[in-house]
């Protein structure tokens, strides 16, 4: 999916949920909420790979557990029974290489690359509450994704940057409230499949090198599966 038809189809969900809101003289059931997630990395983007450094060819893989941060603006409607709530929901994740990986960056005295995924939703919460402490809910959105890797290399190696990249995003997930103001979900997202590429001054700069034999005369472009499995933990007001 493109860039613009991916922000032109996120605005339109954002547009249809926001409309959801209803009055404002309803103002009690809107809700805010803000995340704390912690994240395991699944697909492409778990997948184990040893060499310094990754290049285009590799970037995108190798990560392990991250965290992340979190907000939700949503607005509750009782349906007699339970509670549906649309909602708009924004993250901040990050990720970094596995630990050995890792090392062998700091032995060569590389920047090694982390990555930042910022992934945007609208949605909708089911939730339905049994006791006055336990409430479970459902949940289901669509959106996009945002990654962004940071740079590698340095010192005797051209510093590689990375393109930002946009995907299809979605994401379900099953919980529940502890009481009225804290929940704990698990929850599965797919960030898409992620163009891989180089900045164009990254590419310039490795014309003729080994590396971009390796990296880019290969495989102009690589395709990356981004996905995540969390635990999120939210507090609600």
Not at 93 to 119: E, F, M
Not at 169 to 178: E, K, L, S
Request: hydrophobic residues 40%; glycine residues 10%.
């Amino acid at each position: 999916m493109s860039k613009s038809n991916t922000i032109k189809s996120l605005c339109l969900l954002a547009a249809f949920v926001l409309a959801g809101f209803g009055a404002k003289a309803q103002f009690s059931h809107f809700e805010q909420s803000f995340y704390f997630n912690a994240n395991l990395p699944v697909s492409d983007f778990a997948t184990n790979v040893d060499n310094t450094p990754m290049t285009q060819y590799y970037a995108g893989s190798d990560a392990i557990i991250g965290i992340g941060l979190g907000y939700r603006a949503s607005y509750r409607f009782d349906v007699g029974f339970g509670e549906v709530s649309p909602y708009v929901h924004a993250d901040f994740q990050w990720n970094a290489l596995r630990g050995d990986h890792r090392d062998a960056y700091t032995l060569t005295g590389y920047s090694k690359p982390n990555y930042l995924n910022v992934p945007i939703y609208a949605g909708f919460n089911y939730r339905y509450e049994i006791t006055d402490i336990f409430t479970p809910f459902i949940e289901f959105g669509l959106g996009a994704d945002f990654l962004k890797i940071t740079k590698e290399g340095g010192n005797d190696l051209p510093a590689m940057k990375y393109k930002m990249s946009g995907a299809f995003a979605w994401q379900v997930g099953a919980g529940t409230f502890f009481g009225k103001h804290v929940s704990a979900g698990l929850h599965f997202s797919g960030y898409g499949k992620h163009t891989i590429q180089y900045k164009s001054s990254t590419a310039d700069a490795l014309q003729g090198t080994t590396l971009q034999a390796i990296s880019s005369n290969v495989l102009p472009e690589q395709l990356r599966s981004i996905g995540v499995l969390s635990l999120r933990i939210g507090v609600h007001f």
